[in-house]
């Protein structure tokens, strides 16, 4: 690059910076903390909550990496307006083509990027952080222990405990099983632990006593006890193997591996193909975005009393264009086929914005523009 190239490009980057760092923070407070809510009701240790941070912040730069880019270029070609500096850049010998040549290298820069956060980071820290809460949800015996709560494991069942200690160790506990419309059992103990081997369970409850009711409450039968155990498998759900979802697998996978992981989940096929054709179609995202922010400042240069009202419109010409690569996914699922849609809308924006900048450098529009200054 040329040193006039090097500092339009610098001047692109530093506010790309500054927006990509504030957007990921605000969204990221925003998505974190019902997430860290669920972590200090489950008790948590510091560990998880640092993954759970970590990873939730891939997800939150892939909406808003290419929406920075394109207010970090309005923001810096607006700029170079402000100070003249793009008087001097054209009078230098630089046509607008040169400058849209610039801003193309930073949208591209940009979309690697985000091409590698969507093919290599993405997946991974999503499989991850959701991982994360499979695993919370499938500890059932941090659950058990969980004081001073009801839990309700499946439908029928209902345990409470009063205090807890180490080692899933129990005091003050009731089990109410409800699953049969003939009789309900009622367990409640002293003192209970659970035992755990090779995935089985087993709630061991000491001094205690069992009644069973009659579904009209016309018999009622107690039972004392000082050791009683069964088995907890009975009646918690079965432990599941996690299979990623569509936003959690690369665009490969989920184009050339959906029929696979469709067999292994509650997703269909299309499922993953939409998610990976809209994610393919966001890294293309944030060259069209550049560009189309610096085809509405070049206009600036013919009509400046209207740059608040260009801006504007093009910043929502941008929220347009990247709704519409979210929504058409919808259509994608129900129709496969009208896969070509979803790249439609920025492909459209960057060849029109391709046609202005030809007809800008014409010869009639180089005239006008001379007569008018």
Request: net charge neutral.
């Given at each position: 690059?040329?040193?006039?190239?090097?500092?339009?490009?610098?001047?692109l980057v530093k506010?790309?910076?500054?927006?990509?760092?504030?957007?990921?923070?605000?969204?990221?407070?925003?998505?974190?903390?019902?997430?860290?809510?669920?972590?200090?009701?489950?008790?948590?240790p510091?560990?998880?909550?640092?993954?759970?941070?970590?990873?939730?912040?891939?997800?939150?730069?892939?909406?808003?990496?290419?929406?920075?880019?394109?207010?970090?270029?309005?923001?810096?070609?607006?700029?170079?307006?402000?100070?003249?500096?793009?008087?001097?850049?054209?009078?230098?010998?630089?046509?607008?083509?040169?400058?849209?040549?610039?801003?193309?290298?930073?949208?591209?820069?940009?979309?690697?990027?985000?091409?590698?956060?969507?093919?290599?980071?993405?997946?991974?820290?999503?499989?991850?952080?959701?991982?994360?809460?499979?695993?919370?949800?499938?500890?059932?015996?941090?659950k058990?222990v969980?004081?001073?709560?009801?839990?309700?494991?499946?439908?029928?069942?209902?345990?409470?405990?009063?205090?807890?200690?180490?080692?899933?160790?129990?005091?003050?506990?009731?089990?109410?099983?409800?699953?049969?419309?003939?009789?309900?059992?009622?367990?409640?103990?002293?003192?209970?632990?659970?035992?755990?081997?090779?995935?089985?369970?087993?709630?061991?409850?000491?001094?205690?006593?069992?009644?069973?009711?009659t579904?009209?409450?016309?018999?009622v039968?107690?039972i004392?006890?000082?050791?009683?155990?069964?088995?907890?498998?009975?009646?918690?759900?079965?432990?599941?193997?996690?299979?990623?979802s569509?936003?959690?697998?690369?665009?490969?996978?989920?184009?050339?591996e959906?029929?696979?992981l469709?067999?292994?989940?509650?997703?269909?096929?299309?499922?993953?193909?939409?998610?990976?054709?809209?994610?393919?179609?966001?890294?293309?995202?944030?060259?069209?975005?550049?560009?189309?922010?610096?085809?509405?400042?070049?206009?600036?240069?013919?009509?400046?009393?209207n740059?608040?009202?260009?801006?504007?419109?093009?910043?929502?010409?941008?929220?347009?264009?990247?709704?519409s690569?979210?929504?058409?996914?919808?259509?994608?699922?129900q129709f496969?086929?009208?896969?070509?849609?979803?790249?439609?809308p920025?492909?459209?924006?960057?060849?029109?914005?391709?046609?202005i900048?030809k007809?800008?450098?014409?010869?009639?529009?180089?005239?006008d523009?001379?007569?008018?200054?």
């Amino acid at each position: 690059m040329k040193t006039i190239e090097k500092y339009i490009f610098m001047q692109l980057v530093k506010p790309f910076l500054l927006f990509s760092f504030t957007f990921v923070g605000i969204l990221w407070l925003v998505q974190i903390l019902p997430k860290l809510e669920n972590l200090v009701l489950n008790e948590q240790p510091f560990f998880i909550f640092f993954q759970v941070g970590i990873n939730t912040i891939p997800q939150v730069a892939y909406f808003v990496i290419p929406i920075a880019a394109f207010f970090s270029t309005i923001y810096a070609i607006n700029k170079l307006f402000s100070e003249a500096e793009i008087v001097a850049i054209i009078g230098s010998g630089f046509s607008y083509s040169s400058i849209g040549k610039i801003v193309f290298v930073f949208g591209m820069t940009v979309s690697i990027f985000l091409l590698v956060l969507v093919f290599l980071i993405l997946p991974k820290s999503a499989f991850k952080l959701q991982s994360i809460f499979f695993q919370i949800e499938q500890n059932y015996s941090a659950k058990l222990v969980n004081v001073g709560k009801f839990f309700h494991p499946v439908s029928g069942i209902t345990i409470y405990v009063r205090e807890s200690a180490e080692d899933n160790q129990m005091k003050g506990i009731f089990v109410f099983d409800n699953r049969n419309k003939a009789y309900s059992l009622l367990y409640s103990a002293r003192e209970a632990t659970i035992r755990e081997d090779k995935g089985v369970k087993d709630l061991i409850m000491k001094d205690g006593v069992l009644q069973i009711s009659t579904a009209d409450e016309k018999s009622v039968v107690s039972i004392r006890f000082d050791n009683f155990g069964f088995n907890l498998n009975s009646f918690l759900p079965k432990t599941e193997t996690y299979v990623a979802s569509p936003l959690e697998v690369s665009p490969y996978a989920g184009l050339f591996e959906s029929k696979d992981l469709a067999l292994l989940t509650n997703y269909t096929q299309t499922e993953y193909v939409a998610e990976s054709h809209m994610k393919l179609a966001s890294i293309l995202s944030p060259i069209s975005l550049c560009m189309l922010a610096m085809i509405s400042l070049v206009l600036l240069g013919y009509e400046k009393n209207n740059n608040n009202l260009i801006i504007v419109f093009s910043s929502l010409v941008a929220l347009f264009m990247q709704a519409s690569i979210i929504g058409l996914k919808s259509l994608l699922v129900q129709f496969p086929s009208l896969v070509f849609l979803i790249y439609m809308p920025p492909l459209m924006i960057l060849l029109i914005i391709l046609l202005i900048i030809k007809w800008f450098e014409s010869p009639r529009v180089y005239l006008d523009s001379e007569i008018s200054s």
